[in-house]
Every structure is written in structure tokens, then in C-alpha cells.
């Protein structure tokens, strides 16, 4: 089986960096995705790392390091819009692209 | 628009009613997968289509019932469903490749279901 650990709710200001960890437990492992949803929006595929290290984009970067089965992904410079709920996913080794989700952190920026 | 289209965006049945939700992908992706998002619970896969074949059903009860009768298209039948399958639907598709790493689904909006 698979889980997934991120934190429920965190908050951060405006123009400041948050970073969202996510631990995970898996059978098999093909990657660490992450996806921003706001609400009522659907969820919007945002980073993926294959591999040990930091991959950026933009504002936003993701780490993994397949050892201690951890990612986060970190958010700069903190924009009101990035308010939204913010999941990881992994690729189990099931087939396809199947991916599994972490219950999502909600993410709220206060000016 | 995201290139997935789910349909209705909002739907209300009774227990004894039969519906079904649509989805519709216009970007040529080979997989298409149905996931339930439930308040306070992480995304739940459903099903999976790859190349227009089942190849997951992920411990679903029967009253849900997938179609893919082509690569474009995906629908979920429900009837007799139970209150506590209100959520929302989502829809998605994703290019698959062998042997290669996720590279990432799109999702539609979703329909959000009650089920009264």
C-alpha cells in the first residue's frame, strides 16, 4: 500500500518563503509529483523529481531524497494567489501513471 | 479550460436514481483515470484506462460502474448510490509511457455529487 504524511493547514505572508514537507510509505517508487488546487478549481499538476535533489520552477521548487523517503516543496517570494491546497503524489509501481495523493495542505497567505 | 472536460459540474440524485458523469479529454493523452475527493481525505483512484482497457479497479463498490469507449472519452455510471458517496469526481488524463517517470495528469473541475 501507500501513504502519504504532509501537514494539514500551514500559513505564511505575503512576499515571505513557506516550504510544505511530505513524507511517504510505498511499495514501489517512480517519482514525487506535486499539484496546487484552489478552491472549487481543479488540481493543477505544478513539479515532479525523479531523482535526489532540488528541481526549480519559477517561484516554486521541489526536493526529494529517495533515502529518507521525503519532499517538500518550497514557495518564494509568496504571492496572495498562491493561497490553495497543495498535494503530493507518488507513482506506485501498480502500472500506468497511477498516482496516490497525500490528504493535501492547505496553504493561506495573510497580507 | 484545462483540456479536460467533466460534465454536469454539479449534480443532485436520490438513492434509487441512475446518472452518469462525463468526461471528455482534448489532448490526445492515452489514460484517463477517475479519482474521488472527499473532505478531509486524500484523492481516492477509482479506475484507470490505458488505451481504452481497464487496468485498475481500485476496491470500488458496484454501483459505480466505468465506460471508455474511446480514447477522448470516459464516463462513470452510478445508481443506487449511498449518501456518503457525495463528493467531488474528478476526471483525469495523462500521456503513459513505459518505463519513464510521471509526467503529470490534468484534471478536469470535477463534478461535485450529493447524494440525498
Known amino acids: 500500500g501507500q501513504s502519504l504524511e504532509q501537514p494539514s493547514e500551514v500559513t505564511a505572508v505575503e512576499g515571505a518563503i513557506v516550504q510544505i514537507n511530505c513524507t511517504y510509505q510505498t511499495s514501489g517508487f517512480y517519482g514525487l509529483s506535486w499539484y496546487q488546487q484552489h478552491d472549487g478549481g481543479a488540481p493543477t499538476f505544478l513539479s515532479y523529481n525523479a531523482l535526489d535533489g532540488l528541481e526549480e520552477t519559477g517561484r516554486f521548487s521541489s526536493f526529494l531524497s529517495r533515502s529518507d523517503s521525503y519532499g517538500y516543496l518550497l514557495l518564494q517570494e509568496l504571492q496572495m494567489k498562491d493561497s490553495a491546497s497543495y498535494f503530493c503524489a507518488v507513482r506506485d509501481q501498480g502500472g500506468a501513471n497511477n498516482l496516490f495523493f497525500g490528504t493535501g495542505t492547505r496553504l493561506t497567505i495573510i497580507p | 479550460e484545462t483540456g479536460v472536460t467533466q460534465t454536469p459540474r454539479h449534480l443532485v440524485m436520490g438513492m434509487t436514481n441512475k446518472k452518469s458523469l462525463k468526461c471528455e479529454q482534448h489532448l490526445g493523452h492515452n489514460a484517463m483515470y477517475w479519482y474521488k475527493q472527499s473532505a478531509k481525505k486524500p484523492l481516492e483512484l477509482m479506475f484507470v484506462?490505458?488505451?481504452?482497457?481497464?487496468?485498475e479497479n481500485n476496491s470500488v463498490p458496484s454501483r459505480f460502474s466505468p465506460e471508455c469507449p474511446n480514447s477522448s472519452h470516459l464516463f462513470l455510471h452510478l445508481h443506487t448510490l449511498q449518501p456518503e458517496d457525495s463528493a467531488l469526481y474528478l476526471c483525469a488524463s495523462s500521456q503513459e509511457r513505459s518505463g519513464a517517470g510521471s509526467y503529470g495528469y490534468t484534471f478536469g473541475s470535477g463534478t461535485r455529487l450529493t447524494v440525498v
Open positions: 484506462y490505458s488505451l481504452e482497457e481497464r487496468v
